[in-house]
């Protein structure tokens, strides 16, 4: 079983829609990071969230992490063809600080058709 | 800077041959770390590293070896590669194992055994 849960697994969305993909876990969450990853390639760092909610935005992404910690959303507004791609999410869930030890989610699979 | 290095980019093995997927980064880092990525998994950790000389195991370890005596390299080995080896391999390095550092990732090499 997978401790940290994306959801959707896949999304399709037309260009200029919004969207939101989420990220949960039964432990709270630690250290949580955002990342995207096009196609074949490696990953890209988007936004690292600590506290119980925060708030960070990029462009046209915003990503929250509640305030017991146990869930992020990341949200696109306005979804351009450039965002499609695998976005992971990532987060220490044991807080201890001593191994920053990440874990992954899934991914989710977002597709923007123009 | 170069940031996080990986090579091979591709490699395909048999059934019992052994090799090593190199690792390096530029960046005085010394938080590294070993993920293998499969569909539908997301980003698992094979290995960590908090410094130079001390090394740990992940969620999947097994088949797999890691040492660390530079602090610039982190390189990977499969002694006996079987098919369920047959992944997408990323490095990461961040500066140390606070969870307030952001993680790099290298672009991953794609290994297939026959």
Known sequence: ?114 | NAGVTQTPKFQVLKTGQSMTLQCAQDMNHEYMSWYRQDPGMGLRLIHYSVGAGITDQGEVPNGYNVSRSTTEDFPLRLLSAAPSQTSVYFCASRRDRSLQETQYFGPGTRLLVL
């Open chain 1, 1 to 114: 079983s997978q401790e940290l849960e994306q959801s959707p697994q896949s999304l399709i969305v037309q260009e200029g829609k919004n969207l939101t993909i989420n990220c949960t876990s039964s432990k709270t969450l630690y250290g949580l990071y955002w990342y995207k990853q096009k196609y074949g390639e490696g990953l890209i760092f988007l936004m690292m969230l600590q506290k119980g909610g925060e708030e960070k935005s990029h462009e046209k992404i915003t990503a929250k992490l509640d305030e017991k910690k146990q869930q992020s959303s990341l949200h696109i507004t306005a979804s351009q063809p450039s965002h499609a791609g695998i976005y992971l999410c990532g987060a220490d869930l044991h807080g201890s600080g001593n191994t920053g030890k990440l874990i992954f989610g899934q991914g989710t699979t977002l597709q923007v058709k123009p």
